[in-house]
């Protein structure tokens, strides 16, 4: 019954940015967050927001990404700037109601998940 997709993956290059989205098909989620994964990587995570805006990064994320979410459009961004070749990889978007990873980025399970969006950068 949840839906996660996500949009605004593409092509760049090094230094460039790009803004993916992430829509919900139900409002208020406790926890939201991206991830992604590489060919030959496992999947790792880039950032988590709760629902009152607290956020935590992935070190590789700080100072270059910023995660937002607009509650009012059950809608997350992951904002990416400075964009580095081993940033590429399919950008996952993904929600649960509890244990959000923040201030600080923990390993946690979240329930549910999009398909997934191409960045490039080279």
């Known amino acids: 019954q949840v839906q996660l997709v996500e949009s605004g993956g593409g092509s760049v290059q090094p230094g460039g940015s790009l803004r993916l989205s992430c829509s919900a098909s139900v409002a208020s989620f406790y926890c939201m967050g991206w991830y992604r994964q590489s060919p030959g990587k496992e999947r790792e995570a880039v950032a988590a927001?709760?629902?009152?805006?607290?956020?935590s990064y992935a070190n590789f994320a700080k100072g270059r990404f910023t995660i937002s979410r607009d509650n009012a459009k059950n809608t997350m961004y992951l904002q990416m700037n400075s964009l580095k070749p081993e940033d590429a990889g399919t950008y996952y978007c993904?929600?649960?109601?509890?244990?959000?990873?923040?201030?600080?980025?923990?390993?946690?399970?979240?329930?549910?998940w999009g398909q997934g969006t191409q960045v490039t950068v080279s």
């Open positions: 927001i709760d629902d009152v805006g607290s956020t």
């Open positions: 993904a929600s649960k109601f509890w244990d959000c990873p923040v201030p600080t980025l923990l390993p946690t399970d979240f329930r549910y």
